[in-house]
């Protein structure tokens, strides 16, 4: 990681902070592992870890279609998905449901996105709003969402998606769904309680396994029925960056998803069974030494989704030795460090960060600086810098 901030510090040395800048040499790297790690199973790039079309060319293609062992685009707004079919995209599924009814009728009256784009459903109603504002002949294609979760009496571990969870069910909805007109071609399942869990000790060893083996019984179960009861699948999506071995390894399953493994992000330090290189880095400018033992740093508070607390807030990663003021944190217009070497700093230099969530960084800033391994930068528009905003 040193050769990598060495390297943006270098090419970014006439930019002014706050910028946000991306080792091509490790994202590439780490595009490669993701592809080693599922085997042979094609990887589906998640977006919304990503958030940067330019990023998104680099991993699938100019065409933003497949390359090298990645397929297609998983987006999480229709809006999205329509957007990036206008850039060529050609194969995008839906990673949640959607009642944007605008968009659907957009979808509705546009061959070209009807053809490349999968929706997720999970219920009739989801239905009823596709249908209202989708009208037309021709059919939408959808993928059902199945709850991914281990549950052990009364104890849900997971996170609280969707509610089809039983085989029969699966395929009773995916016969609802082909009998009002739709193409039911496929069925998804986010282990996020074995993709999302560092592995910081035994008990979640434990709970990783366990739910592995009731999820590879119950998605074959799934998958048959589903089967009989509507054909043959094209899409059976499962896993995320931290569970891509055990996704991939299910024979039912034709593709994984990964996304955050890209720029890998604070939350995914603690995972042992592999070791990806941060490539996703911010700088932030010291504007005023409060004490000689605090440096005070222009913006910052860029905090991540999920639960509050110290996983969710940025992370000081140069000069060595930076913590964050327990009473004061990431600011909304100035973060202050502390630390052995905070007193070194001077007005004007700059401190590197790593965010705690991958793609949500790019909310915060127009422009990412694509930095070679040769030294090469390109500034690149993010979907801020698109002036795309999709929730």
């Known amino acids: 990681m040193r050769t990598t901030l060495d390297r943006l510090t270098a090419a970014t040395a006439d930019v002014d902070p706050p910028l946000a800048a991306l080792d091509l040499t490790t994202l590439r790297s780490n595009a490669a592992d993701l592809v080693r790690r599922a085997g042979g199973t094609p990887v589906r790039v998640a977006s919304k870890s990503v958030r940067c079309r330019a990023v998104l060319e680099e991993t699938l293609g100019s065409g933003l279609t497949e390359q090298g062992g990645f397929r297609g685009i998983m987006a ?31 979808l509705a009256g546009d061959p070209v996105a009807i053809a490349a784009i999968t929706l997720m459903i999970d219920d009739d109603a989801q239905l009823d709003v596709i249908r209202s504002a989708a ?127 890209l720029y890998v992000p604070t939350l995914f330090d603690r995972y042992r069974a592999f070791r990806p290189d941060p490539a ?39 000069p060595l030795g930076l913590t964050l003021l327990r009473n004061e944190g990431a600011g909304e217009v100035q973060t202050p460090v502390t630390g052995r070497v905070a007193g070194d700093i001077a007005i004007g230099d700059r401190v590197w960060f790593r965010h705690a969530k991958a793609g949500e960084l790019c909310e915060r800033f127009d422009h990412v600086h694509l930095v070679d391994a040769d030294g090469t930068t390109t500034a690149v528009p993010t979907y801020r810098g698109d002036g795309q905003c999709f929730g």
């Open 280 to 318: 996703l880095f911010f700088a932030l400018s010291a504007v005023r030494k409060p004490t000689p033992k605090v440096t005070t740093l222009f913006g910052g508070g860029y905090i991540a989704s999920g639960p509050a607390g110290a996983a969710r807030v940025p992370k000081p990663m140069r």
């Open 76 to 106: 999480y707004s229709l809006r999205e998905a329509l957007w990036l079919v206008g850039l060529g995209a050609r194969d995008i599924l839906m990673g949640y449901p959607t009642v944007d009814r605008g968009a659907l009728a957009e």
């Open 135 to 261: 009208s037309g002949t021709v059919p939408i294609r959808v993928c059902l969402d199945v709850d991914a979760s281990l549950r052990i009496g009364p104890i849900h571990l997971g996170v609280r998606r969707s509610p089809l969870r039983e085989p029969n069910d699966v395929a009773a909805l995916a016969l609802r769904a082909r009998s009002r007109g739709f193409a039911v071609v496929g069925v998804m399942f986010y282990e996020a309680q074995i993709a999302g869990l560092p592995d910081t000790s035994a008990p979640i060893g434990w709970v990783k396994k366990a739910s592995a083996r009731e999820l590879s019984h119950r998605r074959g179960a799934v998958v048959s029925a589903v089967t009989d009861a509507v054909g043959t699948l094209e899409i059976v999506n499962s896993g995320g960056t931290g569970s891509l071995e055990v996704s991939s390894a299910d024979p039912v399953v034709t593709e994984v998803t990964a996304g955050s493994g």
